[in-house]
């Protein structure tokens, strides 16, 4: 068992990485931001809070992830997320 830290600095980071790993998916599908939206019923803001890493819903989440036809777990893992660039 691990624990928390002292404080949630560690937070923003994590969150900022999920959505950098939901917005390199989109892309490397050749998905437009809004074509997400309009298949996951969501609205413009709640997409950019997802990408820009700032607070998101479960059922957000897995309502992206539904669109994207991927595993939750494969866009809020530790690991990097996949490069856009090929590279």
Same mark, same amino acid.
């Given at each position: 068992?691990?624990?928390?830290?002292?404080?949630?600095?560690?937070?923003?980071?994590?969150?900022?990485?999920?959505?950098?790993?939901?917005?390199?998916?989109?892309?490397?599908?050749? !998905?437009?931001?809004?074509?997400?939206?309009?298949?996951?019923? !969501?609205?413009?803001?709640?997409?950019?809070?997802?990408?820009?890493?700032?607070?998101?819903?479960?059922?957000?989440?897995?309502?992206?992830?539904?669109?994207?036809?991927?595993?939750?777990?494969? !866009?809020?893992?530790?690991?990097?997320?996949?490069?856009?660039?090929?590279?």
């Amino acid at each position: 068992m691990q624990e928390v830290p002292d404080d949630d600095d560690w937070i923003p980071d994590h969150r900022r990485a999920i959505g950098a790993r939901i917005r390199a998916e989109r892309e490397r599908q050749n !998905l437009t931001q809004e074509q997400v939206i309009l298949a996951g019923r !969501l609205d413009r803001v709640t997409i950019w809070r997802v990408e820009t890493g700032q607070e998101s819903k479960l059922s957000t989440l897995l309502k992206v992830a539904h669109v994207l036809g991927v595993p939750l777990s494969h !866009l809020v893992s530790d690991e990097r997320p996949p490069s856009t660039t090929g590279t």
